[in-house]
């Protein structure tokens, strides 16, 4: 096996493969639970593959088959993106000389084209890997989908996964190892107006979500552990002159201490029943997505095993929380990182970008774990 140096100069020469499949990809919209272009795309290029499949939440999974025929590890990343336009429709993407630009380029079309180039890779420079590798290109991970397309796949696959690495875009040196808890509320405030209600008399919806937000900026926020509530979007109105019937509340809630998250919840959800009644609206709070804390420590061999690839490669390693795909591995038991492949700019914007040169050392860095991943078999599969 090559060492990551030399992996890193051999895939250079390789270029056009990860290219092709990253415009070919990235020209297919998949906004969150309408991916099959994509999905229908990865099946062909997987089809010599073992085990290949798409399964009742549109995931698809391939075997490459390894030397030991009872290790397994998972590649996964998320086939969706945000920024999309419809399925039926095609998105532009340009190719530079130094980077690939377009619509969720970023997150996470390019995790899924290392994902859709990896048997191929392997095939040119002859690498067989002791483990079974199990590729996954899983659907419905944002929004209020949750991570439905992974959380289905890990109930219902029936092999056990021993280690998981998953794909995403951005940024290289990433190396999640653990996951916060994590609480996402969307808060909606409704006031009732007659038809004919003059401006003076009208009941203002943002009025009474100013005072739902003053509240949950009164809740005690310990510093340690790591504990935040991020306000993300707030709406309300449609004109200049009109007092508006509908507030809408995003946040977010993030802790690295077990049940926190939960007990803040519940703190919101009673300040909103409160507020609710005393000002005779209609408020409501629904919780699009739930994480549990947890993880593997920063001295598990396979946190150190990987932190030893990036450090040959000369990738500065950025460890901290995760609170996405890698929280789904973590519920199921599974040893996993999140990796970052490269770096990029203009985040979600239609001309988000990615640079192409850091990627080949993003690349390596993921065979790189790969095969030190065969050396922990003894560890990871006991």
């Not at 490459?64 to 397994?72: A, V």
């Not at 945000?82 to 079309?109: F, H, Q, S, V, Y």
């Not at 002791?130 to 439905?148: C, F, G, M, V, Y």
Request: overall charge negative; aromatic content about 4%; charged content about 20%.
């Amino acid at each position: 096996m090559p060492t990551p140096i030399e992996l890193r100069q051999l895939l250079q020469s390789h270029q056009e493969l990860l290219l092709a499949n990253a415009l070919m990809l990235g020209e297919f919209p998949a906004p969150s639970g309408d991916e099959e272009n994509r999905i229908n795309f990865l099946a062909e290029r997987f089809a010599s593959l073992q085990d290949v499949s798409i399964d009742e939440q549109g995931n698809l999974q391939a075997i490459i088959p390894g030397k030991n025929p009872n290790y397994n590890v998972l590649i996964a990343a998320h086939a969706d993106t945000p920024l999309t336009l419809k399925a039926n429709e095609r998105l532009t993407i340009n190719c530079g000389p130094e980077g690939l630009t377009g619509p969720g380029m970023a997150d996470n079309t390019i995790g899924l084209a290392a994902l859709a180039t990896l048997p191929d890779l392997l095939e040119r420079l002859k690498i067989q890997p002791e483990a079974n590798l199990i590729l996954l290109a899983h659907t419905k991970s944002q929004n209020a989908n949750d991570l439905a397309g992974l959380r289905f796949f890990l109930e219902n696959f029936q092999r056990p996964i021993h280690a998981g690495l998953v794909l995403e875009g951005i940024t290289l040196g990433r190396l999640n190892h653990s996951c916060l808890g994590m609480v996402q509320a969307d808060l909606l405030c409704r006031v009732r107006q007659e038809p004919g209600t003059s401006w003076e008399a009208a009941e203002n919806a943002m009025i009474i979500m100013h005072r739902i937000i003053r509240r949950i900026l009164e809740i005690p926020i310990p510093q340690e552990p790591r504990t935040s509530v991020i306000l993300g979007s707030l709406r309300a109105g449609k004109t200049f002159n009109r007092p508006p019937e509908v507030a809408r509340l995003k946040l977010e809630i993030r802790s690295e201490e077990p049940g926190k998250a939960r007990e803040i919840r519940y703190q919101i959800s009673d300040i909103l029943e409160e507020i609710s009644a005393q000002t005779a609206s209609d408020c409501s709070i629904t919780f699009p997505a739930l994480r549990k804390p947890g993880g593997i420590p920063f001295n598990h061999p396979l946190v150190a095993a990987a932190r030893e690839v990036q450090d040959e490669l000369g990738i500065k390693t950025i460890t901290g929380p995760s609170y996405s795909d890698l929280s789904i591995l973590i519920e199921h038991g599974i040893p996993a990182l999140t990796l970052g492949l490269t770096r990029a700019s203009k985040l979600n914007e239609s001309d988000e970008t990615v640079a192409l040169e850091p990627l080949f050392t993003g690349l390596a860095q993921v065979l790189g774990i790969l095969e030190r991943i065969d050396q922990l078999e003894p560890e990871l599969h006991a």
